[in-house]
């Protein structure tokens, strides 16, 4: 089916979407270093079964897909980290924005090394996603050191995601699905396992840890590990220009139901940075 990869993509924006709204009361009452572990760990774990469970073929000579495949595993697991630390200081609706913008980067990327064209509109949507993370970057308060701890952490994240999702559109064809998954789970594995080896730290946790909440932790985590195997196959599926920015609308959903249910409050910075964003992503998406 022609649009096979446009089901992964819608699933795995409506999931991360609601996972992304989760992930702020988590981060507060089982702190970051928890949050990423665990999220890294259920996404890696996910890889690899996924790997395991397809057919893959030998790999190919050149060991630079292999290593990028690798890299993009470290990578997105190591955005999951200054997600989280970025949520401790900032809303949802700022540092899931800031966060989701990245696949302009994976865009851009892949024309520059790719080959794949961008039309006038996507340029134009190109420039509307930059609007949307100058205006939520721009804080005219002074001594706002939480808002600028939580926008930097967010750029971070962008950056670092931007650059997963092009390793993993530049080494999927080359490796086929299996492979990937399973040189993904390395990377996400390697990073967890180094980073719970870190000295811990005080993470800030106020609210006691009960059923509850280790219940909302669980659901952030399997909801990073769905959405990331589901956006993995399509990228397999389809164009990186199309799936990149789709998989992007997910902070619409997380940004609109965290004012409903976490009563965050929608100011004008966060209400014009969503309908930059809004446009920007459909005019990227070139659908």
Known sequence: MALEWLAWVLGATVIWGFGTLASKPGTERLGSRTMGIGTTLI???AFGLIGLALPRGALPPDPLYAAAAVSAGALGAIGYLF???GMRFG???LVGTISAACPMLTVVLSVVFLGETLGALQVLGIALIMLC???LAYDPRRGSAT???AVLLSLAGFFVWGIWGFLVKASVDALGEGSLDLLLAAGYLGVTAGYAALPRRPN???APQGRKTWALGLFVFLAGGLSAVALTIAY???PAAAVAPISGTYPIIATLAAAAVLKERLD???AVALAAFAAGIVLLSGL
């Open 43 to 45: 996404e890696g774990a």
């Open 83 to 85: 997600f989280y630390e």
């Open 91 to 93: 809303t949802v609706g």
């Open 133 to 135: 993370i100058l205006v």
């Open 147 to 149: 808002r600028r701890a």
């Open 204 to 206: 800030g946790a106020a």
């Open 236 to 238: 397999d599926l389809g």
């Open 268 to 270: 004008w910075r966060i």
